[in-house]
């Protein structure tokens, strides 16, 4: 199965970018999305940043993440 995780945008070097998801960075690409700016939240799969989302959308997605990890 495979899982796109919902990131805040919170640093960018040309086509690489530091995304924040709970707490944790991560280094990833942005060559599939390369207008996307600090702030904005993305689409996290397999290291590359494939779309953009709503703030809202991102963060329910995230809630929803939690309660699962809380479940297992």
């Not at 280094?27 to 590359?48: I, T, Y």
């Given at each position: 199965m495979c899982l796109a995780?919902?990131?805040k945008l919170i640093g960018k070097i040309d086509r690489l970018a530091?995304?924040?998801?709970?707490?944790?960075?991560?280094?990833?690409s942005?060559?599939?999305?390369?207008?996307a700016q600090v702030g904005d939240f993305v689409l996290v799969?397999?290291?590359?940043a494939i779309q953009t989302v709503e703030e809202e959308e991102a963060k329910r997605t995230m809630e929803l993440l939690k309660e699962l990890t809380e479940l297992a």
């Amino acid at each position: 199965m495979c899982l796109a995780i919902p990131a805040k945008l919170i640093g960018k070097i040309d086509r690489l970018a530091t995304v924040e998801v709970g707490g944790i960075t991560r280094k990833v690409s942005l060559m599939l999305l390369p207008d996307a700016q600090v702030g904005d939240f993305v689409l996290v799969h397999a290291g590359f940043a494939i779309q953009t989302v709503e703030e809202e959308e991102a963060k329910r997605t995230m809630e929803l993440l939690k309660e699962l990890t809380e479940l297992a």
